[in-house]
């Protein structure tokens, strides 16, 4: 930098800085693009500045579980154990889980909608989740009371909780109230419920009322059952406000029915570009299968700067000119 200037380079910048700024940028240039530009802006992607907040919920419902697990470990190890808040739909393994936990310790915000947690899972990891205080377990079909009650047990903190289903999981299918009583004995808390389409009585509602006294929103769309009275409601909770259980011309659709392979640029990654932190990439293997459509690999256009890249053979990449 010239001496006198104004202006300060950007590859000057302290990593925390640079982390801010790079967190407004698409996972995918996080990843492949910035720590090809300079020794500074690597340091700060692979460290975990950029990483305090991981949401890949978008990106994890159009890829292969494997590549999910794969890409979850590698974002939460560069974490360092500074991780706050975590959105990704569709696990599977009870690995993952179990790492997620290993990895709680800073951990407030918990979304996992769509995945394949179960009851005796979350029982064995909800005491290392104690300082959650927003989660999101929606459409998680294998999961029911026991699990509620485990996290309302251990997660004191919890004011937020997001346990909606999906209108074709519950149709024709009897009342059943044990997640609402659940949530009311262990959650007294809460500020914000949403349980959508849950098949639960006008009576486990009050009772979810009455225990959690600083709920402030309670999503009821779908949960044709429960009858509530508003000149009650407006009495008895004036600052509460409760959407549903009528819904007008809205039906709620499962995410899973927007994915398409050429929706947005979080279909595909170039995963040669990561491999070498994931250890599990062989070069010699057809890569077609890391991309959803055919000539994605020359949409993805990489600028490369002059500065220093003698860490570039450290990812397997060649070194920029």
Same mark, same amino acid.
């Given at each position: 930098m010239e001496e006198g200037s104004d202006?300060?380079?950007w590859d000057e910048l302290i990593p925390d800085a640079l982390g801010l700024i790079f967190s407004n940028l698409p996972l995918q240039e996080i990843l492949t693009v910035i720590p090809r530009v300079c020794k500074s802006w690597s340091k700060a992607v692979t460290g975990p500045y950029c990483w305090q907040e991981i949401d890949i919920e978008e990106w994890s419902n159009r890829c292969?579980?494997?590549h999910l697990d794969q890409m979850l470990e590698m974002l939460i190890t560069r974490s360092c154990g500074s991780l706050r808040k975590l959105c990704v739909s569709g696990l599977h393994t009870e690995m993952i889980f179990n790492f997620i936990a290993e990895n709680a310790g800073s951990l407030q915000t918990l979304r996992l909608p769509r995945s394949e947690i179960s009851d005796s899972i979350v029982e064995q990891i909800a005491s290392r989740l104690s300082v959650i205080t927003f989660l999101d377990v929606s459409y998680? +079909? $294998?999961i029911g009371a %026991?699990?509620?009650?485990a996290i309302g047990k251990n997660c004191k903190l919890l004011v +937020?909780?997001?346990?909606?289903?999906?209108p074709l999981d519950t149709a024709g299918k009897p009342l059943q109230d044990d997640e609402a009583y659940a949530i009311a004995s262990t959650m007294p808390n809460l500020k914000h419920l949403e349980m959508a389409y849950h098949l639960i009585s006008t009576t486990s509602v009050l009772k979810i009322l009455s225990s959690c006294p600083e709920l402030g929103f309670l999503d009821l769309r779908g949960c044709w059952d429960? $009858?509530?009275?508003?000149k009650f409601l407006k009495d008895k909770f004036p600052k509460l406000k409760v959407l549903g259980p009528l819904v007008i011309d809205y039906y709620e659709r499962n995410d899973w029915d927007d994915c398409s392979d050429s929706s947005d640029a979080f279909d595909y990654f170039a995963w040669?570009?990561?491999a070498g932190e994931m250890g599990e990439f062989d070069e010699d293997e057809d890569d077609e299968s890391y991309w959803d459509d055919e +000539? %994605?690999?020359e949409e993805l256009e990489l600028r490369f700067y002059e500065g220093n890249n003698e860490d570039a053979g450290l990812y397997g990449w060649p070194p920029s000119p």
């Open positions: 202006y300060r380079r292969q579980p494997d998680c +079909g $294998k %026991r699990a509620l009650e +937020g909780l997001c346990r909606n289903l999906h429960v $009858k509530l009275d508003d040669e570009f990561v +000539g %994605r690999l």
